[in-house]
């Protein structure tokens, strides 16, 4: 009787845990959000890689956009420098290698052999880490390191390590028998990407130089009747998998047990299923941007609801680094402040190149805001950045706030005791040293005057400041600091306020991490800690039916001692 009760109350827990190799308590409709966020990633890269070529930029189509972009990047890192220095082979291959990662590996993330979804993971990490290493892009590679997870399952996320103290078991032949179709699809998408390629950049091993050759060989008109084939079957891709998943979640759901349970996720699988669809139908219509024959093509409805929910921007299209800029030099504007209008004296930014003495930083996962502004209003006159005069004004005005914008230690800012008299801008093309010159990591020369040498009151400043609207702003309303908020907030800022962005951000995230690791060592310890428990031989038959039989002799006898006792 024991016995029977221990597997009634197991039975609910095993067949809910036995489900796909779900833990206790897991929710039929947990899978779906992750799919959104997987079919998230998949729009991102793939969009990414296709407007490269759409672009036409020729930088992209002649593969040599690496060789620019080091040196001509928002904001470079100092890896940056050694990576712009590598051979032009080199950067070349890794732009065919971009290609593939954004074109070719993003559709293996809906393929059901789970090899090839691992591989399109470490790839799409080790393209995000290189962005990483050679480029401050605040926390958007960091995010989309977050959007890679939803290619992983809870068997390669678990220790593994922890049970391979256990023997293996050689798997049955059915279960080889099945597994060998995932093996063939693995090696036929090895085989199709590896001749794609060779074929598409045409790769070339020259054995005498160590050297692999590249070059494009297809052309514009052969990639757009391409990407007007492959674009709408994506579509039926993404329609495919999240069907499913919806029937993965249906089977989960009968595994529910008890009427209460089944009614409440039956509600919550509904309610989510419901919105994964909706969702992925609303994306369509950004994601078809890039094919105008298939966007054309795309159910009316699609259109409809996304016109209805398009200003809450709950999708968008995507497309990084579509042209490459910068191709004759780094364009980079220079501001510079007087007191007589004779002695000009450089404003020393933090982040973005000006002095050519001083290494490019790391900020990640810092986002200097005006440092990148400058970086876009050099692309272009300053009247196609109407906020550059605003800057200008607060400068000629001493205002501190956006002073720390510029310089967090305002000693370092050289008109912290006077404001300057007059303020002008400098255009420079700017460019990576070359090996073997002691002490610069960049070369500049001037090109013409950003902006015009200007004062308070001048007439040039006014006028551009009533053409941009800028001249009769009313002052912003004092805020109240009566409150202990208020005054904590105010009191934390000041103390926090020496400290530059990325050192305090890179503090906090090494707290947190500091916290984690101490609380998994003074933690309980999981269950693979422990070392293996022997196991126990079986017992021979005859001791088996002796114990058997001794077992009432010795009821009997240690009742009779009992008694005895008594």
Not at 113 to 121: E, G, P, S, T, V
Not at 206 to 225: K, N, P
Not at 244 to 262: D, F, I, M, P, S
Request: charged residues 15%; aromatic residues 12%; glycine residues 6%.
């Amino acid at each position: 009787m024991a016995r029977r009760a221990s597997c009634l109350h197991g039975g609910h827990c095993g067949r809910r845990a036995r489900g796909a190799g779900r833990p206790a308590g897991a929710s039929p409709h947990e899978d779906l959000p992750f799919w959104l966020v997987r079919w998230l990633l998949f729009r991102l890269m793939f969009a990414s890689g296709v407007v490269k070529l759409t672009s036409r930029c020729p930088a992209w189509w002649g593969l040599t956009a690496l060789t620019y972009h080091y040196e001509t990047q928002c904001l470079p890192t100092p890896a940056s420098w050694f990576a712009h220095h590598l051979p032009v082979w080199l950067h070349k291959l890794s732009v065919v290698a971009t290609f593939l990662i954004e074109i070719a590996m993003p559709p293996l993330f809906f393929m059901p052999a789970r090899r090839l979804r691992l591989a399109a993971f470490y790839s799409q990490v080790l393209l995000q880490v290189l962005i990483i290493v050679t480029g401050n892009y605040n926390f958007f590679n960091l995010l989309t390191l977050v959007l890679t997870t939803a290619l992983l399952d809870d068997k390669h996320l678990a220790a593994e390590s922890g049970h391979s103290h256990r023997k293996k078991t050689p798997a049955s032949w059915p279960k080889a028998l099945l597994g060998l179709p995932a093996l063939l699809l693995e090696l036929t998408v090895a085989g199709l990407l590896s001749y794609g390629a060779v074929h598409c950049f045409g790769l070339e091993v020259d054995w005498e130089q160590y050297t692999v050759r590249s070059r494009t060989t297809f052309t514009f008109h052969q990639f757009s009747q391409w990407l007007k084939v492959v674009t709408l079957p994506t579509i039926w891709l993404g329609v495919a998998s999240l069907t499913w998943e919806l029937l993965r979640a249906l089977w989960r759901w009968t595994q529910v047990w008890g009427w209460l349970g089944k009614f409440c996720a039956a509600v919550q699988l509904f309610i989510f299923g419901i919105a994964t669809a909706a969702l992925f139908l609303i994306s369509l219509v950004p994601y078809s941007y890039m094919e105008p024959s298939t966007h054309g093509r795309l159910w009316t409805g699609a259109h409809r609801l996304f016109g209805a929910v398009e200003h809450l921007q709950l999708a968008s299209s995507y497309g990084l680094f579509r042209r490459m800029s910068g191709l004759g030099g780094r364009p980079e504007v220079v501001l510079e402040g007087s007191y007589d209008g004779h002695h000009w004296t450089e404003i020393e930014f933090m982040y973005k190149p000006g002095n050519v003495s001083r290494p490019p930083p790391v900020v990640v996962p810092h986002q200097p805001r005006l440092d990148w502004q400058m970086w876009f209003a050099a692309l272009g006159p300053h009247t196609h950045s109407p906020w550059f005069t605003s800057l200008v004004l607060c400068l000629l005005q001493g205002k501190e706030p956006v002073i720390r914008l510029i310089q967090n230690d305002v000693a370092r800012y050289p008109f912290h005791k006077q404001p300057p008299t007059y303020v002008r801008a400098q255009l420079y093309k700017y460019w990576f040293s070359q090996p073997g010159e002691q002490g610069r990591w960049w070369r500049r020369q001037w090109v013409e005057e950003f902006f015009p040498s200007v004062s308070l009151g001048d007439p040039v400043l006014d006028t551009l400041l009533r053409q941009f609207g800028l001249q009769d702003k009313s002052p912003p309303r004092a805020r109240s600091a009566s409150s202990a908020l208020a005054q904590a907030l105010h009191w934390l800022r000041s103390q926090l306020s020496p400290l530059e962005a990325p050192t305090l951000l890179w503090g906090l995230i090494l707290t947190v991490g500091a916290i984690r690791v101490m609380q998994a060592l003074l933690g309980p310890r999981p269950s693979w800690w422990s070392p293996p428990a022997r196991e126990e031989r079986p017992a021979p038959k005859d001791s088996a039916r002796g114990q058997a039989a001794s077992a009432p002799n010795s009821r009997s006898s240690s009742s009779q001692t009992s008694r005895r006792r008594k």
